[in-house]
């Protein structure tokens, strides 16, 4: 059961209610872009040719959306999975869930700031014209990196599903 100390309107088994169902919102919509990269990795890598893929994700803004929507989203289903996890302090196995959750898309967070910006930071600098040399080493780095964050975002979920289906559930 949540802590007393957390107030009785945390404790509301309507508050409890609608920050579940946040919860697990925000992180499906984080997850589902971030599912859609991995979807499309396989073409982008095997099939695509370079100029395909330097133009698509480059020079014509296939992905301002990911940034303008997805990042938001991203630190969203941080907080809020965090504020449901202090709501769920001693109630196990829930609250482990919840942390566990929040940990795994923290981690999804590093991992696109350690491997994926780095790579955008040198897509950035790419202009039209012959393939830039390194080119295959910084598709790779940035189609992995989307791999990564998709299968940490993927265990979060998985997790904040367990914690959603696990907690306790005010009267």
Same mark, same amino acid.
């Given at each position: 059961m949540p802590d007393a100390a957390l107030g009785p309107i945390m404790q509301?088994?309507?508050?409890?209610?609608?920050?579940?169902?946040?919860?697990?919102?925000?992180?499906?919509l984080s997850l589902g872009?971030?599912?859609?990269?991995?979807?499309?990795?396989?073409?982008?890598?095997?099939?695509?040719s370079p100029q395909l893929w330097r133009e698509a994700t480059v020079f014509n803004q296939q992905f301002k959306f990911f940034l303008i929507v997805g990042a938001p989203l991203d630190i969203a289903a941080i907080l809020v999975?965090? @504020? *449901?996890? !202090?709501?769920?302090?001693?109630?196990?196995?829930?609250?482990?869930? #919840?942390?566990? %959750? /929040?940990?795994?898309? @923290? *981690?999804? !967070?590093?991992?696109?700031?350690?491997?994926?910006?780095?790579?955008? #930071?040198?897509? %950035? /600098?790419?202009?039209?014209?012959?393939?830039?040399?390194?080119?295959?080493?910084?598709?790779w780095q940035w189609e992995v990196g989307h791999m990564a964050v998709a299968g940490l975002k993927l265990v979060g979920f998985v997790l904040l599903?367990?914690?959603?289906?696990t907690m306790h559930r005010p009267a």
């Open positions: 509301s088994g309507a508050f409890m209610l609608s920050s579940s169902v946040l919860a697990a919102t925000v992180a499906a872009p971030s599912f859609a990269h991995l979807l499309e990795s396989g073409p982008r890598l095997q099939v695509w999975p965090s @504020v *449901l996890t !202090l709501m769920l302090r001693g109630d196990a196995p829930a609250f482990g869930f #919840a942390l566990g %959750a /929040t940990a795994f898309f @923290v *981690l999804a !967070l590093a991992a696109w700031f350690l491997i994926v910006s780095p790579a955008n #930071a040198v897509l %950035a /600098t790419w202009t039209p014209g012959p393939v830039p040399d390194g080119f295959d080493a910084i598709r599903a367990c914690a959603l289906v």
